[in-house]
T-cell receptor, first 113, second 107 residues
Framework: GAVVSQHPSRVICKSGTSVKIECRSLDFQATTMFWYRQFPKKSLMLMATSNEGSKATYEQGVEKDKFLINHASLTLSTLTVTSAHPEDSSFYIC?????????FGPGTRLTVT | RKEVEQDPGPFNVPEGATVAFNCTYSNSASQSFFWYRQDCRKEPKLLMSVYSSGNEDGRFTAQLNRASQYISLLIRDSKLSDSATYLCVVNAGKSTFGDGTTLTVKP
């Protein structure tokens, strides 16, 4: 099946710093990618839809200036958490559809100290 | 009310047991339905799609009732390796996830 990769898999950073997470579709092209976050024992919450060559679409309550999304190519989307705070600590997962199935990246566990 | 609601669980069952999970959704315009499996600290992986006619894949059977806006997953002859969180996913243009039901299969 299709593969979606994410990098890094785990990051620990200090409050106030910015963190960039990369999401790549390895064997298919994705004009649209999705970014989710997941808190412990909770489900995935869609943060934004990343559109290749245009602006991302953010879900209600998600600050677009806080979570910067860039989808510069058909295989790469990036999420930058700017000026991270401890409450941003979470599991961030990207995904993309390949024809009929939605594939997820392995996730990035962000811890802000 | 949540858009997708699942049995809260957890379900703790012995090996060989049959277990059923339920899921209801509120958006009648939903078009596609899925069950995903998520292991601890891992990404979700597709278990099966759910069709109106019902579908079966080995020990797993999924059912969809559009009139009642209800989806189910039945696992027969549970294995230890079935222990995971099962996510109900409903798509009406974008995927909405239930909170998941945790299953623990014990020897």
């Amino acid at each position: 099946g299709a593969v979606v990769s994410q990098h890094p898999s785990r990051v620990i950073c200090k409050s106030g710093t910015s963190v960039k997470i990369e999401c790549r579709s390895l064997d298919f092209q994705a004009t649209t990618m999705f970014w989710y976050r997941q808190f412990p024992k909770k489900s995935l919450m869609l943060m934004a839809t990343s559109n290749e060559g245009s602006k991302a679409t953010y879900e209600q309550g998600v600050e677009k200036d806080k979570f910067l999304i860039n989808h510069a190519s058909l295989t790469l989307s990036t999420l930058t958490v700017t000026s991270a705070h401890p409450e941003d600590s979470s599991f961030y997962i990207c995904s993309a559809w390949d024809t009929y199935e939605q594939y997820f990246g392995p996730g990035t566990r962000l811890t802000v100290t | 009310r949540k858009e997708v609601e699942q049995d809260p669980g957890p379900f703790n069952v012995p090996e060989g047991a049959t277990v059923a999970f339920n899921c209801t959704y509120s958006n009648s315009a939903s078009q596609s339905f899925f069950w995903y499996r998520q292991d601890c600290r891992k990404e979700p992986k597709l278990l099966m799609s759910v069709y109106s006619s019902g579908n079966e894949d080995g020990r797993f059977t999924a059912q969809l009732n559009r009139a009642s806006q209800y989806i189910s997953l039945l696992i027969r002859d549970s294995k230890l390796s079935d222990s995971a969180t099962y996510l109900c996913v409903v798509n009406a243009g974008k995927s909405t996830f239930g909170d998941g039901t945790t299953l623990t299969v014990k020897p």
